[in-house]
T-cell receptor, first 115, second 114 residues
Framework: AQSVTQLGSHVSVSEGALVLLRCNYSSSVPPYLFWYVQYPNQGLQLLLKYTSAATLVKGINGFEAEFKKSETSFHLTKPSAHMSDAAEYFCAVSDPGNAGNMLTFGGGTRLMVKP | NAGVTQTPKFRILKIGQSMTLQCTQDMNHNYMYWYRQDPGMGLKLIYYSVGAGITDKGEVPNGYNVSRSTTEDFPLRLELAAPSQTSVYFC?????????????FGPGTRLTVL
């Protein structure tokens, strides 16, 4: 069974500082990987996804993530945090071949941005 | 396109009551899903459907039922509400095709069982 681990349930950064949110997965085959963002009282929206085309994936709002097979990681980064980035972020994995495009989610990381 | 819509937004139930959470999508997606979100636990899959008339259990199906009579609608039924079902419920949909297709989420229903 797949699992996704997000290290740090809460991360706090200052405005303008680097954002690094960690995601590690366990899967027997190279999976597809996703980062979703959830703003307060809203549903989840896709930030970016890895589909094996390129290991460095760029997403919306200046976020990017790098797939590292040797480390089974897919960490999310943004060079300079903005107050509007405060939200909860979820890493998710999909095994190729699973019926129904099902996702397994990590526990989430709440990002706080200090002025 | 409205995308994925869910009703109601909020609901308070008493123990033992029943209710149906509604979910509708207008993107003609074959796949639909119900999740529950509890603090620090991420999202757990309750049920999913790969098309009209086809449903299957996810990770946490106990206490819930679903049906899928049309492509657009995927209601979730709670028959005997329990405090453990207090949670935020999200419906999502995804197009059939590539395994890396993303899921599109509704705004959620916040349910409290007292």
């Amino acid at each position: 069974a797949q699992s996704v681990t997000q290290l740090g349930s809460h991360v706090s950064v200052s405005e303008g500082a680097l954002v690094l949110l960690r995601c590690n997965y366990s899967s027997s085959v190279p999976p597809y990987l996703f980062w979703y963002v959830q703003y307060p009282n809203q549903g989840l929206q896709l930030l970016l996804k890895y589909t094996s085309a390129a290991t460095l994936v760029k997403g919306i709002n200046g976020f990017e993530a790098e797939f590292k097979k040797s480390e089974t990681s897919f960490h999310l980064t943004k060079p300079s945090a903005h107050m509007s980035d405060a939200a909860e972020y979820f890493c998710a994995v999909s095994d190729p071949g699973n019926a129904g495009n099902m996702l397994t989610f990590g526990g989430g990381t709440r990002l706080m941005v200090k002025p | 396109n409205a995308g994925v819509t869910q009703t109601p937004k909020f609901r308070i139930l008493k123990i033992g009551q029943s209710m149906t959470l509604q979910c509708t999508q207008d993107m003609n997606h074959n796949y639909m899903y119900w999740y529950r979100q509890d603090p620090g636990m991420g999202l757990k899959l309750i049920y999913y459907s790969v098309g009209a008339g086809i449903t299957d259990k996810g990770e946490v199906p106990n206490g819930y039922n679903v049906s899928r009579s049309t492509t657009e609608d995927f209601p979730l039924r709670l028959e005997l509400a329990a405090p453990s079902q207090t949670s935020v419920y999200f419906c999502a949909s995804s197009p059939r095709g590539e395994w890396y297709n993303e899921q599109f989420f509704g705004p959620g229903t916040r349910l409290t069982v007292l």
